[in-house]
């Protein structure tokens, strides 16, 4: 929601600045170096034997470890805003803009020190106080960007607005953890066998989560490349509503991360079968997202970003990110799972040559087609390497390709594709008019319903029903 008013009150150019800058800062600040993912990782494990580390332990070592690299974080930002500042990039603003954009980066960076936190409240079991403090998160950016934009739009408030935003979950996770004594940082607790064991599991799991964030920041970049300013904002729009899906994802995946490493601790026979139906949810959740933004697309997105967004094809990009997403989201489950199976850094080989492939792919496509052609290229990099994530994840989680393709992908096909065709062959008959695009997407959504009640004995919703009481 805030792109549009960002790209109406502020302006395309002046707005892909700010995403340009940001886009190899987001890349760290979301990767974390892999130490979250090994925080929640031995949390849960704690939480299931009573063995291993505390959170003290793990919050205090895992903080000792993020302060070292935030060090280094410190010191590349300050190379590329001097770089940037050099070559010209900042020639538009004045001196009080150009303050406010470095203060916001820096804010940005700093913020990389509260993420130890987060994870110690997801790895305690409060996932829901995580979600709620990123739900505040989002209001404060909204009313903020609503602010700037009414009273005085600038790109050097929104980018302080939009720095303060991402860093408050990460503030208000601190005296949750503090307030609710699930942890404190002692410095007696930074021990070389905590942090050595954190690294062992966070440096895998970086290698794949600083590779996947590449693949999502990348684009950006690569669009700043091969077209202009104005296209990074309309390309960030439209990549901003797949972030969101993939939101949408998180949410279903994240809560079962602490239960699948309980799991792997106390019922390793019964992990594969958990697998394929964690899988089976995820794909029939983000499927149905995917397919209702697909159906809305057309009509809404010239009212949602201006009709100058028809000339970038903004709606294209929406449809084609969406395809490629319902690709992407086969193996999201399958990295979680092999996490939890104490597993890191397995997918790093499809993850890597996915980030090369796309680059590729992005400047030959990006080169003639646009903004859109950098989209086609994210979307059939990861459709010919997703054999490859299935491969490892056989390997990895004890199950054949054969299986997954009965329980999870056919299933979601069948439940899916009909449903789908439907709705957009009545929302392309309307010429995709705003009325008749909600009404297909209402259409879809009834259809996946009774479809899913139809077909609930091929559905596994037993296995699904026991990992959700599990869960509880």
């Known amino acids: 929601m805030t792109i549009p008013l960002a790209i109406k009150y502020v302006g395309a150019e002046q707005y892909g600045v700010w995403l340009t800058l940001t886009s190899a800062t987001l890349l760290l600040y979301y990767s974390d170096i892999g130490i979250g993912t090994a925080v929640v990782h031995f949390g849960a494990r704690n939480r299931a034997t009573g063995e291993g580390f505390n959170f003290t332990q793990l919050l205090s070592s895992a903080i000792g470890v993020v302060s070292i690299v935030w060090v280094g974080l410190i010191l590349v930002t300050a190379s590329f805003v001097t770089a940037a500042y050099f070559g010209g990039y900042f020639g538009n603003f004045d001196s009080f803009q150009f303050v406010l954009i470095v203060v916001s980066l820096f804010l940005l960076v700093t913020g990389f020190l509260t993420k130890p936190f987060e994870a110690i409240l997801i790895g305690a079991g409060h996932f829901v106080t995580d979600r709620w403090l990123k739900f505040c998160g989002s209001v404060v950016r909204l009313s903020g960007t609503l602010t700037v934009c009414l009273l005085h739009p600038?790109?050097?408030?929104?980018?302080?607005?939009?720095?303060?935003?991402?860093?408050?979950?990460?503030?208000?996770?601190?005296?949750?953890?503090?307030?609710?004594?699930?942890?404190?940082?002692?410095?007696?607790?930074?021990?070389?066998?905590?942090?050595?064991?954190?690294?062992?599991?966070?440096?895998?799991?970086?290698?794949?989560?600083?590779?996947?964030?590449?693949?999502?920041?990348?684009?950006?970049?690569?669009?700043?490349?091969?077209?202009?300013?104005?296209?990074?904002?309309?390309?960030?729009?439209?990549?901003?509503?797949?972030?969101?899906?993939?939101?949408?994802?998180?949410?279903?995946?994240?809560?079962?991360?602490?239960?699948?490493?309980?799991?792997?601790?106390?019922?390793?026979?019964?992990?594969?079968?958990?697998?394929?139906?964690?899988?089976?949810?995820?794909?029939?959740v983000s499927w149905s997202v995917c397919c209702v933004a697909i159906i809305l697309s057309p009509g809404l997105t010239p009212v949602w970003l201006g009709r100058d967004s028809v000339y970038y094809d903004a709606a294209g990009m929406v449809t084609i990110l969406c395809l490629g997403l319902m690709i992407n989201v086969l193996h999201i489950p399958l990295i979680a799972s092999t996490d939890a199976a104490?597993?890191?850094?397995?997918?790093?080989?499809?993850?890597?040559?996915?980030?090369?492939?796309?680059?590729?792919?992005?400047?030959?496509?990006?080169?003639?087609?646009?903004?859109?052609?950098?989209?086609?290229?994210?979307?059939?990099?990861?459709?010919?390497?997703?054999?490859?994530?299935?491969?490892?994840?056989?390997?990895?989680?004890?199950?054949?390709?054969?299986?997954?393709?009965?329980?999870?992908?056919?299933?979601?096909?069948?439940?899916?594709?009909?449903?789908?065709?439907?709705?957009?062959?009545?929302?392309?008959?309307?010429?995709?008019?705003?009325?008749?695009?909600?009404?297909?997407?209402?259409?879809?959504?009834?259809?996946?319903?009774?479809?899913?009640?139809?077909?609930?004995?091929?559905?596994?919703?037993?296995?699904?029903?026991?990992?959700?009481?599990?869960?509880?």
């Open 154 to 284: 600038t790109l050097g408030l929104l980018a302080l607005v939009e720095a303060v935003s991402l860093v408050l979950p990460g503030v208000l996770a601190i005296f949750f953890v503090v307030k609710g004594s699930i942890a404190t940082i002692r410095r007696q607790e930074i021990k070389r066998e905590t942090v050595t064991t954190l690294w062992s599991y966070s440096y895998k799991r970086f290698a794949v989560d600083a590779v996947g964030a590449g693949v999502l920041q990348i684009g950006t970049l690569l669009v700043a490349v091969v077209a202009s300013a104005a296209a990074v904002s309309y390309f960030s729009a439209a990549f901003r509503l797949y972030s969101g899906i993939r939101q949408v994802i998180a949410w279903v995946v994240d809560p079962f991360r602490t239960i699948l490493s309980k799991l792997w601790v106390e019922n390793r026979g019964y992990f594969p079968r958990v697998v394929l139906s964690f899988s089976l949810l995820v794909a029939c």
């Open 342 to 472: 104490h597993r890191p850094g397995v997918f790093f080989l499809p993850q890597a040559l996915w980030l090369v492939l796309y680059g590729g792919l992005a400047l030959v496509l990006g080169g003639r087609f646009g903004a859109v052609g950098v989209c086609v290229a994210m979307a059939l990099s990861v459709a010919i390497l997703e054999p490859i994530y299935l491969y490892v994840a056989q390997r990895n989680l004890g199950f054949t390709i054969a299986e997954w393709v009965r329980t999870v992908f056919l299933p979601t096909f069948v439940l899916i594709l009909p449903a789908l065709m439907m709705a957009v062959s009545i929302a392309w008959s309307a010429d995709f008019s705003i009325v008749w695009s909600v009404i297909s997407a209402l259409i879809f959504i009834l259809l996946v319903l009774g479809s899913a009640y139809l077909l609930r004995s091929r559905l596994a919703l037993t296995d699904i029903r026991a990992m959700l009481g599990y869960a509880l």
